[in-house]
């Protein structure tokens, strides 16, 4: 992740393309998230870490909230591809893989489940933070949807539920800790699932 160095002048629209300003914002925003926490994080810390104006920032994102969960989207999102394999069991083995490696990522644990947190007390933020989990669980009921067009899973297949269950063991060892979170696993737990979904 590439941060432009502070202490240099702010940018104004003038002299910094605002795709260039937009993903400075992103990635300053994501660092600072990770460095320090959702609670300390500041749109003016965000501006002077990105080398751009206050009013920036409030120009494309009205609160801290919506900025922090559309930084953290765009992160997961150069990470995640949406996978397609050509099968449900190789598309979901694909993805909860990917999944896992976040318990690997001390940083990445701690910034998400520190997200998770301010979603319970933070009613601002919790909007926000269902907003983006709705944009994961959307690419899984997509994998999902694509199974049952291909004749993989029934047609009576509760999506919802299903995708529930996809993304249930990652919250659980991801906020509990009792187990670890192993990309190695990802083909077992997928053969399990699915067996629970077979007609």
Same mark, same amino acid.
């Given at each position: 992740?590439?941060?432009?160095?502070?202490?240099? #002048?702010?940018?104004?629209?003038?002299?910094?393309?605002?795709?260039?300003? /937009?993903?400075?914002?992103?990635?300053?925003?994501?660092?600072? &998230?990770?460095?320090?926490?959702?609670?300390?994080?500041?749109?003016?810390?965000?501006?002077?870490?990105?080398?751009?104006?206050?009013? *920036?920032?409030?120009?494309?994102?009205?609160?801290? @909230?919506? &900025?922090?969960?559309?930084?953290?989207?765009?992160?997961?999102?150069?990470?995640? @591809?949406? @996978?397609?394999?050509?099968?449900?069991?190789?598309? &979901?083995?694909?993805?909860?893989?990917?999944?896992?490696?976040?318990?690997?990522? #001390?940083?990445? *644990?701690?910034?998400?489940?520190?997200?998770?947190?301010?979603?319970?007390?933070? #009613?601002?933020?919790?909007?926000?933070?269902?907003?983006?989990?709705?944009?994961?669980?959307?690419?899984?009921?997509?994998?999902?949807?694509?199974? %049952?067009?291909?004749?993989?899973? #029934?047609?009576?297949?509760? !999506?919802?539920?299903?995708?529930?269950? %996809?993304?249930?063991?990652?919250?659980?060892?991801? &906020?509990?800790? /009792?187990?670890?979170?192993?990309?190695?696993?990802?083909?077992?737990?997928?053969?399990? !699932? !699915?067996?629970?979904?077979?007609?």
């Amino acid at each position: 992740m590439s941060i432009t160095p502070s202490g240099n #002048p702010p940018r104004t629209g003038g002299r910094l393309r605002n795709e260039d300003a /937009h993903h400075s914002v992103l990635e300053a925003t994501a660092a600072l &998230l990770v460095e320090n926490g959702y609670g300390a994080l500041t749109i003016e810390g965000v501006a002077k870490r990105a080398n751009v104006a206050k009013s *920036t920032v409030y120009r494309w994102w009205k609160s801290k @909230p919506a &900025l922090v969960m559309d930084a953290y989207a765009h992160e997961t999102a150069t990470r995640v @591809p949406e @996978p397609d394999t050509g099968t449900l069991a190789g598309d &979901l083995t694909a993805f909860v893989a990917d999944l896992y490696r976040i318990g690997r990522d #001390p940083v990445r *644990t701690k910034a998400l489940t520190g997200l998770m947190a301010e979603a319970q007390l933070d #009613p601002a933020f919790a909007e926000a933070f269902r907003a983006w989990v709705a944009t994961r669980r959307e690419l899984v009921t997509t994998l999902l949807t694509r199974a %049952v067009t291909r004749e993989e899973l #029934p047609a009576t297949t509760d !999506l919802d539920h299903a995708t529930d269950l %996809v993304f249930g063991p990652f919250w659980y060892r991801l &906020l509990v800790a /009792h187990a670890p979170l192993d990309p190695a696993d990802a083909k077992a737990h997928v053969t399990t !699932l !699915l067996r629970a979904l077979a007609p």
